[in-house]
């Protein structure tokens, strides 16, 4: 028989498509990561003060821990609705209103700021070297506020810029996750 065989289809690969998320969606992308994250470090400066700049740091470990540094005024911290105080080199223990800190890692807010939120994307940058994305944030609630985000290419946030009454606040995280990172009452 002399019938010609069909010639074989080269085969195509074939990409499942995805969706493009947009800055909205990447900005509350990287809202859930930080929320998921077990420890970070965040260093705080505020440039504008009347009475001039303050630094400030905090340490976060999960569920409910956290260590408030400020220049010249030693560390607070807080675990659950405690929080201990060092007042001349003595321990205090203080009790918090309940719900005091769980409101700070609250989901319903979280999905309240991600639903109010209105994200603009600024492009690329770099934070201390890393490569970033920046983004311009306005929200509504519960005041309106205006910030400059920059994620990483981990998703997660690397600095905010804020300006409110007190002047420009510029927030850094760090120590992602890191297991060094530990918060124990003071003795």
Known sequence: DATPT????????????????????????????FWDLRSYHAAMHLEGSPRGP???????????????????????????????LDINGRAMQVPLPEGTITQWRDPAKLA?????????AQG????????AKKYLVRVAKPKPAEITLWIGDGGLPLQIVSHNPLGQATI????????ALVIEPPK
């Not at 080269?10 to 990561?33: F, Q, T, W, Y």
């Not at 309240?112 to 603009?120: G, H, I, R, S, Y």
């Open 124 to 131: 690329s940058d770099a934070v201390d070297g890393q490569p």
């Open 54 to 84: 303050i630094d400030n740091a905090v340490d976060f470990v999960a569920p409910d821990r956290y260590r408030m540094e400020a220049a010249g005024r030693g560390a607070q911290v807080i675990i659950g609705d405690t929080m201990y």
């Open 6 to 33: 069909p010639a074989a289809k080269p085969e195509v690969a074939v990409s499942p498509v995805v969706p493009a998320i947009d800055a909205r969606g990447e900005v509350a992308m990287s809202m859930r990561k």
């Open 112 to 120: 309240d700021a991600q639903t109010e939120m209105q994200v603009d």
């Open 172 to 179: 850094r995280y760090s120590r992602f996750d890191d297991p």
